[in-house]
């Protein structure tokens, strides 16, 4: 829960409650059925039951709100909702309370079907019947692919030929999970199947690096304070560091990763959904058009590599074994569902050149790997050197410069790093550090990540959801790094060690423009 007497290094009470007093605050969205395709899985467990119970908590649902689980199991509702007893309990962000639950649990249906039997959608068509007329959500529905991506088209047209996704009586709209296409070319055919069956309104392409606090921060701290943007580009930025680096290593996923890698799994979505919105220009309102031309404007800009340059601005690695927080792991190419020979890279690091009048001349670095020293995932903006006269004598060039790190997580915040006088007789200069850390500010919130998401999809806002153009505009950036990483295979895998900070090619890259990684310290 929220302490408004606590201040941010507990110093100063009436500031934090201030600070945490909301500006606008959520109503509870309209009458809606949610259906999930993939009831069964991982997602659904995880994240999507969780976070609609958050929704729930926060009186952000209607009292006319269903979901409506979709799968092959053989049950009944009682028996999906006696599953989601015993899995709530374990992945729920926030108290389970015998109320709360209650109130959710009974709005839970499940529809047992294969949908590639004949009839699985007009089963479907009754199912939503029954539960509209029980619940009154008034023919909204949201429909969640939380399925493997393969069935992503299927589903949709079979929707559209149960007549499920016409709008004549609510709203009919679709979520669809990544991966959206392996690369440019199926992403281009999955949007145009998309787009055949449904308009472009109806689809919400979901990328969960946007239900992140601090993803959506970056955008009020840019445009809601007036100090940073005069700052936010080429003539003061030296350089941007994004890294996304995780101590798991492919776990129970073998299976797609190996034939996904780690480029596909997280650059041209969540990473180039940090790198669109640390680059866009400010947008002329917050509608989600006028947001996402200026997120797509910025992935336009970002520069398709020569092969030449892919091989001197990129770097993959796949880890070997290693000890990852304290404990054994085993090599990539040992997990479960990995070819014992695998030339999957399970870490990337390359440089990226936006190419617009804001940050031409600034490299955008990103890294993101498996199996590191350390969980984390930060941004981090180094800031132009100040020129050296005033302080000839003094060390200034082995200080670091200003940096601004926005710490995604896991330990959410943003701190500034600048130089000040040590005190004593003389001027010597030291680093130091002012923090903002949401869990001082804000306290903790239980959020599973999906709850803005979801809210904004029932509520018809598309902000936070990718576009058609510019999942093809990232693709189109990742493209040429595939055809000639497809053309060269790895000639030394593994090259890093779990539990290490990714191979040494990747400090080779930075080095040759003078310029180090921050620290990944375990
Ligand atoms: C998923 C990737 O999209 O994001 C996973 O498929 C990755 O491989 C995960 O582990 C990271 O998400 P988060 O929220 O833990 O940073």
């Known amino acids: 829960m929220n302490d408004p007497t606590r201040a941010a290094g507990g110093k100063d009470a009436k ?31 995880r994240k999507l039951i969780p976070a609609i119970y958050n929704l729930q908590r926060e009186n952000l649902l209607s009292n006319e709100f269903a979901v409506v689980g979709f799968a092959r199991a053989p049950m009944a509702d009682d028996g999906y909702r006696e599953k989601l007893d015993a899995e709530i309990k374990k992945f729920a962000t926030s108290e389970v309370t015998g109320e709360q639950w209650k109130w959710l649990r009974e ?40 399925t493997a991506p393969e ?30 296409g392996r690369d440019l070319d199926s992403a281009r055919a999955l949007n145009k199947e998309l787009l055949g069956l449904l308009e472009e309104n109806q689809i919400y392409r979901i990328d969960h690096y946007l239900g992140k606090e601090t993803v959506q921060n970056i955008m009020v701290f840019r445009f809601a304070n007036g100090i940073f943007e005069p700052i936010w580009n080429r003539r003061y930025v030296d350089h941007v560091q994004i890294t996304v680096a995780e101590t798991v290593g492919v776990e129970t996923r073998g299976d797609y990763y190996d034939k996904s890698g780690a480029l596909r799994d ?22 989600a058009d006028s947001v996402r031309d200026e997120q797509a404007k910025v992935l336009r800009a970002l520069q398709p590599m020569t092969p030449e340059e892919v091989l001197q601005r990129t770097v993959r690695g796949q880890y070997g074994e290693g000890m990852v927080c304290n404990k054994k792991v085993a090599s990539y190419r040992r997990e479960p569902k990995v070819a014992p020979d695998s030339r999957t890279e399970t870490y990337v690091a390359m440089k990226l050149n936006i190419d617009n009048w804001r940050w031409t001349g600034v490299p955008f670095y990103l890294r993101v790997g498996k199996a590191m020293a350390k969980r984390f995932t930060e941004i981090a903006i180094t800031f132009k050197r100040p020129p050296f006269t005033l302080f000839r004598d003094t060390p200034i ?36 550090q002012m923090d903002f850390r949401y869990a001082d500010q804000f306290g903790s919130t239980p959020s599973t990540g999906y709850e803005r998401l979801l809210y904004d999809a029932m509520a018809g806002d598309a902000t936070l959801f ?3 153009d510019m999942v093809e505009a990232g693709w189109k950036v990742v493209a040429p790094v595939l055809d000639v990483w497809n053309s060269l295979p790895p ?15 990747a400090d080779e890259l930075l080095a040759k423009d003078q310029r180090a990684w921050r620290a990944i310290d375990g």
Do not use: W
């Open 107 to 146: 709005r839970i249906y499940y529809c047992q079907a294969d949908f590639n039997e004949p009839g699985a959608f007009e089963k479907l068509g009754e199912t939503l019947k029954k539960v509209d007329a029980e619940r009154g959500t008034r023919g909204n529905v949201l429909f969640y692919l939380a």
């Open 397 to 432: 060039d082995r200080l670091t410069p200003n940096q601004l790190v926005i710490n995604v997580q896991p330990d959410e915040g943003i701190s500034l790093g600048f130089g000040a006088k040590v005190p004593g007789a003389t001027v010597r200069l030291g680093g130091v």
């Open 491 to 505: 000639r030394t895998f593994p090259n890093y060690a779990a539990g290490s900070a990714g191979p040494r090619e």
């Open 151 to 180: 069935f992503f088209g299927d589903v949709v047209r079979k929707l559209q030929a149960a007549k499920l996704t016409q709008q004549t009586g609510g709203f009919r709209r679709v979520i669809v999970e990544k991966p959206f």
């Open 15 to 45: 500031t934090a409650a201030r600070a945490i007093e909301p500006i606008t605050s959520g109503k509870p969205v309209g009458p809606c059925t949610v259906v999930i395709f993939g009831a069964g899985g991982d997602l659904t467990k």
């Open 466 to 468: 990718q576009r058609a």
């Open 266 to 287: 997280m650059v041209p979505n969540h990473i180039f959904q940090l790198i669109s919105l640390v680059g866009m220009e400010p947008p002329i309102s917050f509608d």
